[in-house]
């Protein structure tokens, strides 16, 4: 693949998941930007809505966790340029999403509602935090690797990226994987938790502690014994929880 041509399709891949990224906002916090939201959308009953959903997020979350896998890589840059495949998985990402957009079947029973003023305005707050958290905690690492823009970008001006560092910026001193805290947050932040919006923040939310273990043992391949001391220091998602046993000397610093 021609270099200005991965500086396109990763542009494009981007462009992209930063819209599908928008939209999950609106889908879930139900709204009137888009036309379905997590309790808007094709009637079903609520067995097949089950069903569907439940495989819906399968797709997601397998695709995000297989694809992010080192193995994976490996075999996926044998038929995609290197530069290109952050780009490939983004967009492969965005699509899963999509189809949980499109597929998703909403379950309108009430688990919780908050009518208190002063109480929604506060889940609410925290929703919008949550993904304030998870769009800073891109930039505190490297939002554009992260995205793929740079890998295209090094390619098409012949520039090698430098080593992988074990850095802790802001979120990253007080848990590990601040980006999944903001989702969490998220997810779960609502004034009016229904039965659908309930499945997906639970299964999301399962995916999400599997991700991290996946991740995890990726991060400790990568950089060793800093980052387990880093993991018996801080917390995974919350501040002092989730820390390993171990023990080390003071890591050098965490990436996502």
Do not use: C
């Amino acid at each position: 693949m021609p270099r200005m041509l991965q500086m396109a399709f990763a542009l494009v891949a981007y462009a992209i998941f930063f819209a599908t990224f928008l939209y999950l906002i609106a889908f879930l916090g139900n709204l009137p930007v888009v036309p379905v939201t997590i309790d808007r959308g094709p009637d079903a009953s609520l067995a097949t809505a089950l069903l569907v959903n439940l495989g819906l997020i399968a797709l997601f979350g397998l695709q995000h966790s297989a694809m992010a896998r080192q193995g994976f890589k490996r075999a996926w840059t044998r038929l995609v340029p290197a530069a290109a495949e952050r780009s490939v998985y983004v967009l492969a990402s965005s699509i899963a999403l999509l189809i949980l957009f499109w597929g998703w079947r909403p379950m309108t029973a009430t688990i919780w509602e908050v009518t208190n003023p002063l109480l929604a305005g506060l889940l609410w707050a925290l929703f919008a935090a949550g993904w304030g958290i998870v769009l800073l905690s891109t930039f505190l690492i490297n939002h554009f690797e992260l995205f793929g823009l740079q890998q295209a970008w090094f390619a098409l001006r012949e520039r090698a990226a430098a080593a992988p560092q074990l850095r802790q910026p802001l979120f990253y001193k007080l848990v590990r994987h601040p980006l999944y805290s903001g989702f969490f947050l998220a997810f779960w932040a609502t004034p009016h938790m229904t039965a659908g919006h309930l499945l997906f923040a639970a299964g999301m939310s399962v995916w999400t502690l599997l991700a991290i273990r996946a991740e995890e043992k990726d991060l400790i391949a990568l950089f060793g014994h800093d980052y387990e001391a880093y993991r018996a220091r801080v917390g995974m998602l919350v501040p002092g929880i989730g820390r390993s046993a171990g023990k080390g000397p003071e890591p050098l610093a965490p990436a996502e």
